[in-house]
């Protein structure tokens, strides 16, 4: 038996029944769940952006009843603190002593919803980034490691700016993936309509679990990579640069600030979990170039002539990726 190919069949049917489970809830928005799929299967944290009534949340809390792991929801708010979302050591008497016991925060867990994070001040939002990045947090000293898997999936409204806290540069690089949510078209609406206002919202079945995306993320850091692809993920990261060897025209003219290092390696991720959800048993130039506006978007800062003309960061990266040219073989 070819174990590679089965290996690669099972990953691409976990991939197919999560996204068919979850069409029985969420109506259109295939992109964006296909790349948040894919950020989950290359085990990257993934922020979600829209205007209210998307979606949003209903997606995520689908998506960890369709895994079978264990999902959080934090609301972030002004006056939220570290200890609400990492936890705390809270004093208990235990015969007759007074001792610390730890209470373990909403942070351990598989899926952390974390809703509006843009609410809270930075202070609690950087208490994400050990979790985020290590997989642990520090608390009283003590490293404490959380469950596997585990994910974040942060949501953000990108036209309410009153009572917000603009996410600082180093928490967003933490997230692999940056998935801006449009309005549904016509049809998709009149059928988001339909189901939700004629008779009961159909349930979720749990097609999966927790093992299985271990297993899958397992693969995507097993898959090769052609050095070709690896050369034109890092030429369309250099391209985001102005005043650095291969910065483009357009980071020249329209970039203050480029991407850095970790967007090279999450390009890389991200195109191997897309080949790994269509069955191929490696990348292309064209998964590199699609997960592209996911991985660069946010990791760029456009400058004052960028502003003035009204050109949002997402329409740069997709000008950049038409200026890189696809590797030759």
């Not at 068919?20 to 259109?28: N, Q, R």
């Not at 705390?88 to 994070?117: C, K, W, Y």
């Not at 609690?124 to 000293?141: D, H, Y």
């Not at 048993?281 to 660069?296: F, G, I, M």
């Amino acid at each position: 038996m070819n174990t590679e190919h089965t290996d690669l069949t099972a990953a691409a049917r976990v991939a197919g029944a999560i996204t068919d489970e979850l069409a029985k809830t969420i109506v259109g928005q295939e992109d964006i769940i296909r790349g948040l799929v894919a950020s989950l299967f290359a085990n990257g944290h993934c922020l979600l952006i829209g205007v209210p009534g998307l979606a949003k949340t209903l997606l995520v809390q689908s998506i960890a009843r369709v895994m079978g792991v264990e999902f959080k929801r934090v609301q972030f708010t002004p006056d939220l603190m570290p200890a609400d979302i990492l936890g705390s050591e809270m004093i208990h008497e235990h015969q007759g002593r007074m001792e610390f016991r730890f209470r373990p925060g909403p942070v351990f867990t598989n899926l952390l919803l974390a809703d509006e994070i843009n609410r809270t001040p930075p202070k609690t939002q950087s208490a994400l980034l050990e979790a985020m990045q290590e997989r642990r947090v520090t608390i009283a000293g003590e490293n404490r490691v959380l469950p596997e898997p585990f994910l974040v999936v942060a949501t953000q409204n990108p036209i309410e700016h009153e009572g917000t806290y603009p996410l600082p540069e180093a928490q967003l690089d933490r997230f692999m993936f940056s998935l801006d949510l449009g309005y549904p078209g016509r049809e998709h609406e009149i059928e988001i309509v339909r189901r939700t206002t004629i008779g009961e919202s159909a349930g979720l079945s749990t097609v999966v679990s927790g093992a299985d995306i271990l297993a899958v993320q397992r693969l995507v850091r097993a898959m090769p990579v052609a050095d070709h692809i690896l050369a034109h993920a890092v030429d369309l990261t250099a391209a985001t640069r102005p005043k650095q060897p291969g910065g483009g025209k357009t980071a020249e003219t329209y970039i203050e600030w480029g991407a850095g290092p970790r967007a090279s390696q999450y390009l890389i991720l991200g195109a191997k979990a897309l080949a790994l959800m269509d069955g191929r048993a490696a990348p292309e130039a064209a998964d590199v170039r699609r997960v592209a506006p996911y991985v660069l978007s946010h990791r760029i800062v456009p400058n004052y002539r960028a502003t003035g003309e009204g050109l949002k960061a997402s329409e740069l990266v997709a000008v950049l990726v038409k200026e890189v040219p696809e590797p030759k073989y």
